[in-house]
């Protein structure tokens, strides 16, 4: 019900911007977050987006260089990727919780109710 796409393979200090899909269902009234999970590693949460817009949140390894942006339509949330590197390859997930409060957004991925397939990243040194 949600896909993940636009990952590929990009070198070092370049810029990729993911979108999440959705079939289905209806997402508007859904947090919505984006995760990651390198390889070897667990599942991380990378940033998201409260229900009602204003809730912002990232994780502190890509604060200033991801943005979750929005463009106030019906589509999902999608992730402004800048100055990646190689501690940024991993697949990436999109989800929704759709038991957030409005104002909220959870960084713990069992919140999250719906996944979609990933979209890998890969970034040469």
């Known amino acids: 019900q949600l896909q993940a796409s636009g990952g590929g393979l990009v070198q070092t200090g370049a810029s990729l911007r993911l979108s999440c899909a959705a079939s289905g269902r209806t997402f508007s009234r859904y947090a919505i977050a984006w995760f990651r999970q390198p390889p070897g590693k667990e599942r991380e949460f990378v940033g998201g987006i409260s229900k009602s817009g204003r809730k912002i949140a990232y994780a502190d390894s890509v604060k200033g260089r991801f943005t979750v942006w929005t463009d106030n339509t019906d589509n999902l949330p999608s992730l402004q990727m800048n100055s990646l590197g190689p501690e940024d390859t991993a697949a990436y997930y999109c989800?929704?919780?759709?038991?957030?409060?409005?104002?909220?957004?959870?960084?713990?991925?069992?919140?999250?109710?719906?996944w979609g397939q990933g979209t890998l990243v890969t970034v040469s040194s």
């Open positions: 989800a929704a919780d759709s038991r957030s409060r409005w104002d909220s957004v959870s960084s713990r991925s069992s919140d999250y109710d719906f």
